[in-house]
Structures are given as structure tokens and as C-alpha cells.
T-cell receptor
Framework: DGGITQSPKYLFRKEGQNVTLSCEQNLNHDAMYWYRQDPGQGLRLIYYSQIVNDFQKGDIAEGYSVSREKKESFPLTVTSAQKNPTAFYLC????????????FGPGTRLTVL | DAKTTQPTSMDCAEGRAANLPCNHSTISGNEYVYWYRQIHSQGPQYIIHGLKNNETNEMASLIITEDRKSSTLILPHATLRDTAVYYCIVRGNNYGQNFVFGPGTRLSVLP
């Protein structure tokens, strides 16, 4: 089945530790995105990548880093510099430009203890 | 990207049509209107999108006003499983334009 997978679904980490969230897609989409969602809020864009080996900061990139070494993978690292990392993280992809819908993964809920 | 405004919450009786409004008064000519919904703790689900003509699919209908400054998502026969947050998004097609998700409308379908 084609789609976007995120792992793990729930993640706990101690304060001060870096953690990497996985996002994989087998849709052959060019563009991939990371969003953060806090309780009762909309989605906020962290980073996005339109093509391999290129990515751009979104609205709230501070304390996060990404890589796009392969078309199908777009991992997000939450660093210790992120002041309030506890949130629901969503990965998405689109075929690229054009009036295409964005497909979302199931999300990873990160809790910092 | 143009901003959208939606009511914070709405109720709808089960089996009735749910009409969710969205204002996008600053929309530009090449921007599409997209609708997504999100059930608690899941990723958003695409519903429908359109440019200026009305659109219909198996999930919903999208009615866009002639001046394109507002639109309405219609769920023709709402069920309890349609309870979710509904997002109206305006997005252009140019390289680098992204989906901007606001707080959306929380639709509660009541038995």
C-alpha cells in the first residue's frame, strides 16, 4: 500500500536529549513537510523540502533540524535547543507543484519528561 | 498564502447536512481552496479542493462563491464519524507555496 509512515507513534525523551522522528513515503512524491501541533491548535510548519538535498525553514524551525538525502525519507531531529518540544508531530508529502492535495502520516506524539 | 477565517465550532444533527463556511477575501487568482479534516490524534485527511467551480466527490461538496471570497463545505448526511476539526486552506501552485493550517472549525455531530 502506498502512503506515509511515521515512527514511533509515541516517543518519550528526557530533557536535554536530542531525538529523531522518522518519516518515510512510498508515493514517489517530491515534496515533504514537517508540522507541529499543540493541543487545540492548528498545524505549524517546521521545515519543508521540495527536492532531495534541499530544504527550507518553515515558521518555527528553531530547535529543529532535518535532512533529505533520499526522496522517500525526511527525518526530523528535535534538539535540546527546542524549549518546549512536547507536541504532536506530523509529516506530509505532495507530488510537487500544481493543485495537488497533501498527504499526511499518522503522526508521532513526543513527550519530554 | 491568503488567510482564511472559519467559525471556531459548529454543531450538526446526525443525518442532516453540515454546512461549514470559510472566508478567504484576499484569495488571488491562482490559489485553490482546499478542505481537510482531522479526527483527534490522527493526521489530517484530505476532503476536497477547487479553484472556482463547484466540486463534488464521495465525501463532500465544495461551493465557491462567484467572487471567490468565500466557500462552503457541505457534508450531505452527517454521521457521528464526521465529528472532527475541519480546516479550510488557500494555496497557490507556485514552487515553495505551502499549506497553512489555521485553528479550523470543530464540528460536533450530535445523535
Amino acid at each position: 500500500d502506498g502512503g506515509i509512515t511515521q515512527s514511533p507513534k509515541y516517543l518519550f525523551r528526557k530533557e536535554g536529549q536530542n531525538v529523531t522522528l522518522s518519516c518515510e513515503q512510498n508515493l514517489n512524491h517530491d515534496a515533504m513537510y514537517w508540522y507541529r501541533q499543540d493541543p487545540g491548535q492548528g498545524l505549524r510548519l517546521i521545515y519543508y523540502s521540495q527536492i532531495v538535498n534541499d530544504f527550507q525553514k518553515g515558521d518555527i524551525a528553531e530547535g529543529y533540524s532535518v535532512s533529505r538525502e533520499k526522496k522517500e525519507s525526511f527525518p526530523l531531529t528535535v534538539t535540546s535547543a527546542q524549549k518546549n518540544p512536547t507536541a504532536f508531530y506530523l509529516c506530509a508529502s505532495t507530488p510537487g507543484t500544481g493543485p495537488n492535495e497533501q498527504f499526511f502520516g499518522p503522526g508521532t506524539r513526543l513527550t519530554v519528561l | 498564502d491568503a488567510k482564511t477565517t472559519q467559525p471556531t465550532s459548529m454543531d450538526c444533527a446526525e443525518g442532516r447536512a453540515a454546512n461549514l463556511p470559510c472566508n478567504h477575501s484576499t484569495i488571488s487568482g491562482n490559489e485553490y481552496v482546499y478542505w481537510y479534516r482531522q479526527i483527534h490524534s490522527q493526521g489530517p485527511q484530505y476532503i476536497i479542493h477547487g479553484l472556482k467551480n463547484n466540486e463534488t466527490n464521495e465525501m463532500a461538496s465544495l461551493i465557491i462563491t462567484e467572487d471567490r471570497k468565500s466557500s462552503t463545505l457541505i457534508l450531505p448526511h452527517a454521521t457521528l464519524r464526521d465529528t472532527a476539526v475541519y480546516y479550510c486552506i488557500v494555496r497557490g501552485n507556485n514552487y515553495g507555496q505551502n499549506f497553512v493550517f489555521g485553528p479550523g472549525t470543530r464540528l460536533s455531530v450530535l445523535p
